[in-house]
């Protein structure tokens, strides 16, 4: 019932930039929080910056002072400016939403398919 799409990953040369956005959509109540995840193959899936209601940021320590995480419309898109990046930035992205879900009458978290970003160059 709450489905997340994602835009904007590709491929970028080191240094380059790039625009993340997420927007979700469903039987949303209201939004505490959105974020980014990452997975790079071999490694584990892992948090790269979230935002909560209230505006509160968290971001990897990977990625302080080059990502920047936004609310692009309310509590429902979020956008991930990022900017110098680097190879081991290279990962499929997952936008997340924790939110509560009219349709089960409870707080859920919910996933995007993934969008690819490549720095190579």
């Known amino acids: 019932q709450v489905q997340l799409v994602e835009s904007g990953g590709g491929l970028v040369q080191p240094g380059g930039s790039l625009r993340l956005s997420c927007t979700a959509s469903g039987s949303i109540f209201s939004v505490h929080a959105m974020g980014w995840y990452r997975q790079a193959p071999g490694k584990q899936r892992e948090l790269v910056a979230k935002i909560t209601r209230a505006g509160t940021t968290d971001y990897a320590d990977s990625v302080k002072g080059r990502f920047t995480i936004s609310r692009d419309n309310a509590e429902t898109a979020v956008g991930l400016q990022m900017n110098s990046l680097k190879p081991e930035d290279t990962a499929v992205y997952y936008c997340?939403?924790?939110?509560?879900?009219?349709?089960?009458?409870?707080?859920?978290?919910?996933w995007g398919q993934g969008t690819q970003v490549t720095v190579s160059a």
């Open positions: 997340n939403a924790d939110v509560f879900d009219t349709a089960t009458m409870r707080p859920g978290q919910y």
